[in-house]
């Protein structure tokens, strides 16, 4: 009996089960965070969508490692990972960087991710370093922007900003440039 991998899929909900309960949920604005530095690159960067203070629905593009990528056969397909986070203390106090950017009144959770998936963003590669993620962070601010959603230009100047620097250092950090396949 030969086993077959099951198709890829560029999208995962954790936890599955409130995958609705998530996509429904009211955000009032967007963290836009460095996590930690990376060994021989930059921070990792993400989405908080954040409900309340201590509830946020995190968008998380990141690499799968082990499935190669189509325009970049050496790099790897990345995976939007959307958790259900619901944390003690402001994400601020755990991560290198953050930058609020106010969302338009009104905005789901399912606005976001219906900008990402209308445009295929989600069908992303990293480099074989499993470096872009800032790239693909930085690409989403300007979707975001551009439809209307994130209104505060300033608030999304200073988000793309900070993700060209490294945390906490202060250090100026190029983008590297991942792809998006077909």
Known sequence: MNYQRPPFEPLQFVPARDREMMLDLPVRGIDVVAHDSLENGGN????????????????????SYNIPGVTNPNGSKGLLV??????????STTSQKV?????RPGSKARDFLSLILSQKRHQYEFNSAGEGCRFWTTQQIDL???????????????????????????????????????
């Open 44 to 63: 990792h960067w993400c989405f908080y969508l954040n409900v309340t203070d201590t509830t946020s629905v995190q968008f998380d593009m990141t690499p």
């Open 82 to 91: 959307i958790s259900y986070i619901e944390h003690a203390v402001p994400i």
């Open 99 to 103: 930058v609020r950017v106010d969302a």
């Open 144 to 182: 975001f922007q551009r439809s209307g959603i994130l209104m505060n230009l300033p608030q999304v100047a200073e988000a793309k900003d900070a993700i060209l620097t490294k945390w906490p250092s202060g250090i100026g950090y190029p983008l590297v440039i991942g792809t998006y396949y077909p």
